[in-house]
């Protein structure tokens, strides 16, 4: 009995003793797979605990206009604080000091009253607070103009008052300029990507690579270090002319005042290159107010007789009218097919022939529709087809999400669509982009070659080129040279002529050419309504042209049916002649017979070289006292009332000051008055507006 109870405990043990040791070899096994098999991948893990990586976000690029301006950038802003609990605080200057600090911090960052900021700091000086903001955000520059008001000048040990750079950034997308061509610039969403316009379409370039941080622990602590730096953004620079878009707004905005409409679209290009110059969408809130809400300038919209020369040149391209050809005007009233129970054609003002210059000229519908049907009865869907030939329908990758292409559908051999053919030869039926309409006017102003419409010109690294963006042709030859120089004529007698429908756009100093258009807006339900919707559109100066342009109305709040060329033409006119009065036309300019001396139009202050060089090919002579050389600067205070940010910023600069901007578009006050006595380093304030 008792052997048999030895050798059941020495079983157990040695049960025991077994597992003991396969456990243990299980433990070296383990120990020795994770430390020498599988070293590396263990090493990472633990190294994964014990550091943290973060993503950094890149400094965004800059949109920039044609001239280097900048049109959309990155601001950082900071939080201005007081520790009023630092050791060596003076408690006795700060009292005396408070009330006229107080009246600055009111005066230069109006969001609070004098007495607000008083009493607020006088509440956190007697509760020692450690961490008052004074001003919420600052810019670098307000920092340094802080830094120079009663008590605040006193170092941080003195006055508590500091900036933490790293703990209270707060990173802004401006724009400068506010609205100009904000639709077309657009905007960022909360992760600080495009959401529309050129931040959306150049996203990936404009945003930059993200780096990398790396907190990690080590032996005597936590540690930061980057280790990828993030790289910055692309900047972008546009097509836009800040000159020529401020005149398109403000052009636009006159007429608004007088017509209220829904919306207004006004577009500028180049002739030559296709650059668009200036864009303007402007879209009624609900309050009255109008902001670039919609760029109804990439939308498509039924777009009635201003269309009609996209007719036109077809036919006179295929040979199928001449200028001159009388065409059957049906004494007003067309009925086609003869005999059939559908709404006829009219024209407002009837007659029993015109020629194909008067058809376009009084905007006939009835001529057009005769036209085309002479060359495409039988076979509608040539027309369709001469227009996808013509590029009309290509699309042109403005770098604006959401332009939409022409739509223009197919059509056969039947009844129907011959009918339909005729309502589109005139602008019905179809929709079209007013910037394809434009390019069609382009095309007609350069002798038939279809170019590109581009808004981007250039993409900037570090202030170089890094792709440059030339011109493109849709066509190089959309028509021939000759048909273009008809068309020309036809839209010079459009304006020109007494008789021309849009003869209300005329000018005494620019020679414009162009058409009007309008057409009965569609409602929710598919049907007409009985507001309207107005176009003119056009280029100038004639005899060379320079630029065209485009001008739409949306629903004014006009009884009865609106002038498209008084409204819309006077528009594209106002446009015309500003430009021409800032020299910016090639034509002379005109000049009293009798003026033994010749002045200059009202020039802007800024930088004399540009305009001495326009006054020079001009040969006009003008006072430019106001004006500076950009390069040079006396020992006192210039006056920069009226030029833009650059120039203002460049000039004191040069002088030795520190500038601090406030608000955008041009200079309107200064801190420091004209003639004063000036000490480098002194922060000047300049309110743009």
């Known amino acids: 009995m008792e052997t048999r109870n030895k050798r059941h405990i020495l079983l157990r043990y040695a049960l025991v003793i077994v597992g003991v040791l396969l456990f243990s070899i299980?433990?070296?096994?383990?120990?020795?797979?994770?430390?020498?098999?599988?070293?590396?991948?263990?090493?990472?893990?633990?190294?994964?605990?014990?550091?943290?990586?973060?993503?950094?976000?890149?400094?965004?690029?800059?949109?920039?206009?044609?001239?280097?301006e900048v049109m959309a950038t990155n601001m950082t802003y900071y939080r201005a604080l007081i520790d009023f609990g630092v050791p060596k605080f003076k408690a006795r200057e700060f009292n005396d000091s408070v009330k006229i600090l107080s009246q600055m911090l009111a005066k230069y960052f109006p969001n609070k009253t004098a007495a607000a900021y008083e009493k607020g700091m006088r509440s956190a000086f007697l509760r020692k607070k450690r961490y008052y903001v004074l001003v919420r955000e600052v810019t670098g520059h307000d920092y340094e103009l802080?830094?120079?008001?009663?008590?605040l000048r006193y170092s941080t040990p003195y006055s508590g008052f500091y900036i933490d750079p790293n703990r209270e950034k707060i990173i802004k997308r401006e724009k400068p300029y506010g609205t100009m061509a904000s639709r077309a610039i657009g905007g960022l969403d909360e992760t600080f990507h495009g959401n529309s316009g050129l931040e959306k379409a150049l996203d990936s370039l404009l945003y930059g690579i993200p780096g990398r941080t790396i907190k990690k622990q080590i032996p005597s602590g936590?540690?930061?270090?980057?280790?990828?730096?993030?790289?910055?953004?692309l900047d972008v620079k546009t097509t836009i002319d800040i000159d020529i878009q401020d005149i398109t707004e403000q052009a636009l905005l006159q007429t608004i005042e007088e017509t209220q409409p829904e919306f207004a679209v006004a577009i500028v290009m180049e002739v030559a290159t296709g650059e668009i110059k200036a864009m303007s969408n402007l879209s009624r809130l609900p309050g009255g107010e109008y902001l670039e809400t919609v760029n109804n300038a990439v939308q498509g919209y039924e777009p009635g007789s201003v269309v009609k020369p996209l007719s036109m040149m077809i036919a006179l391209d295929d040979g199928v009218v001449r200028p001159n050809d009388v065409i059957n005007g049906h004494n007003g009233v067309f009925r086609y097919p003869a005999g059939a129970r559908v709404r006829p054609i009219t024209d407002t003002h009837g007659r029993a022939s015109m020629t194909a210059i008067e058809a376009m000229k009084y905007s006939s519908n009835i001529g057009l529709s005769e036209i085309i049907l002479r060359g495409y009865e039988r076979d509608p869907d040539r027309f369709v087809q001469r227009i996808y030939e013509v590029g009309f329908m290509e699309p042109f990758d403005l770098g604006i999400p959401g332009t939409a292409r022409p739509t223009i559908r197919h059509l056969k051999a039947t009844v129907q669509d011959r009918i339909n053919l005729t309502r589109m030869s005139y602008g019905y039926t179809t929709k079209i982009p007013p910037i394809y309409t434009l390019a069609l006017y382009n095309t007609i102003a350069n002798d038939g070659k279809f170019v590109k419409p581009r808004l981007v010109k250039e993409l900037l690294r570090n202030g170089k080129p890094e792709k440059v963006f030339d011109i493109s042709y849709i066509?190089?030859?959309?028509?021939?040279?000759?048909?273009?120089?008809?068309?020309?004529?036809?839209?010079?007698?459009?304006?020109?002529?007494?008789?021309?429908?849009?003869?209300?756009?005329?000018?005494?100093?620019?020679t414009i050419a162009g058409k009007t258009g309008t057409v009965r807006?569609?409602?929710?339900?598919?049907?007409?309504?009985?507001?309207?919707?107005?176009?003119?559109?056009?280029?100038?100066?004639?005899?060379?042209?320079?630029?065209?342009?485009?001008?739409?109305?949306?629903?004014?709040?006009?009884?009865?049916?609106?002038?498209?060329?008084?409204?819309c033409g006077g528009v594209l006119k106002k446009i015309a002649e500003t430009l021409y009065s800032m020299g910016r036309l090639d034509v002379p300019m005109a000049m009293p017979s009798d003026s033994t001396q010749t002045f200059a139009p009202s020039i802007m202050k800024g930088d004399i070289t540009e305009t001495r060089q326009v006054l020079q090919r001009l040969g006009v002579r003008g006072d430019v006292s106001d004006c500076y050389n950009i390069e040079t600067y006396c020992d006192s205070m210039p006056d920069v009332s009226g030029m833009g940010a650059r120039d203002a910023l460049y000039l004191l600069e040069q002088a030795g000051l520190n500038v601090s901007i406030q608000g955008r578009g041009r200079v309107y006050e200064q801190s420091i008055p004209r003639g004063a006595a000036l000490q480098p380093g002194t922060t000047v304030i300049l309110k743009l507006k």
């Open 26 to 68: 299980a433990i070296v096994k383990k120990a020795a797979d994770t430390c020498i098999i599988h070293a590396d991948k263990w090493n990472e893990k633990a190294a994964q605990m014990l550091s943290v990586t973060h993503e950094v976000m890149p400094e965004r690029g800059d949109i920039l206009a044609q001239n280097g």
């Open 146 to 151: 802080l830094k120079t008001f009663p008590f």
């Open 475 to 510: 066509r190089e030859h959309a028509c021939k040279p000759e048909t273009a120089r008809a068309l020309r004529q036809m839209l010079y007698a459009v304006v020109n002529d007494d008789d021309g429908t849009g003869r209300l756009a005329r000018s005494k100093k620019v």
């Open 222 to 233: 936590i540690v930061d270090w980057v280790s990828d730096p993030p790289q910055r953004g």
């Open 521 to 567: 807006n569609i409602g929710a339900d598919g049907k007409y309504e009985s507001r309207y919707r107005i176009t003119f559109c056009g280029f100038f100066p004639y005899e060379k042209p320079q630029y065209s342009c485009i001008v739409l109305l949306g629903k004014p709040d006009l009884p009865g049916m609106p002038s498209a060329g008084r409204y």
